[in-house]
């Protein structure tokens, strides 16, 4: 299997959230088939450039933290 590189795993994150769904840390690392820490990079990242948006989730053991595009 190749490594690929961080800007098209960031496309194929941007494309997942494109939809204006909210999604979990947990769905997009699996839709975009990459491990959920590069996921949570991947999405801070994109929240510090203002092009998705956090909001927090069901709380259980751990806080769900959901992110969707801004519109």
């Known amino acids: 299997m190749s490594r690929k590189d961080i800007l098209s795993i960031t496309e194929d994150v941007l494309d997942i959230v494109s939809n204006r769904k ?5 769905s ?3 839709k975009a088939k990459i491990q959920w820490k590069t996921a949570l990079k991947i999405l801070e990242f994109l929240e510090r450039i203002k092009l998705i948006k956090e909001r927090k989730g069901k709380i259980t ?3 769900e933290r959901l992110f969707q595009l801004v519109k």
Do not use: M, T, V
């Open 22 to 26: 909210e999604y979990s840390i947990n």
């Open 28 to 30: 997009i690392s699996n």
């Open 61 to 63: 053991h751990r806080a």
